[in-house]
Nanobody, 121 residues
Framework: QVQLVESGGGLVQAGESLRLSCVAS????????MGWYRQAPGKQRELVAT???????NYADAVKGRFTISRDNAKNTVSLQMNSLKPEDTMVYFC???????WGLGYHHYWGQGTQVTVPS
């Protein structure tokens, strides 16, 4: 059993910062990709940022230069530092990890429960 638990969401004013964190726990053999996605009501979930186990990052154009993703492989955590927040960043943010439960078992996507980020206009 694997659990991803997010923390750090909330309400901030435009231009302010928030830091999201996510910890993966359970019967984890290995973690490949970790990342953050977000979703607005009635819309599809969209990529925010991902980071590989060796630290390579990828960002959505909408957040480049404002958000920074990082991870701690020893602690199975991934974080998202969000600066210069805008009203259009208001969404539910989901942590994602690509996890293997054992040698030869392959990797599968696991998701957190989501955390709300609200930036009033």
């Amino acid at each position: 059993q694997v659990q991803l638990v997010e923390s750090g969401g909330g309400l901030v004013q435009a231009g302010e910062s928030l830091r999201l964190s996510c910890v993966a726990s359970g019967s984890i053999f290995a973690i490949n990709l970790m990342g953050w996605y977000r979703q607005a009501p009635g819309k599809q979930r969209e990529l925010v940022a991902t980071i590989t186990s060796d630290g390579s990052t990828n960002y959505a154009d909408a957040v480049k230069g404002r958000f920074t993703i990082s991870r701690d492989n020893a602690k199975n955590t991934v974080s998202l530092q969000m600066n210069s927040l805008k009203p259009e960043d208001t969404m539910v943010y989901f942590c994602m990890s690509l996890i293997s439960l054992g040698w030869g078992l392959g990797y599968h996507h696991y998701w957190g429960q989501g955390t709300q980020v609200t930036v009033p206009s």
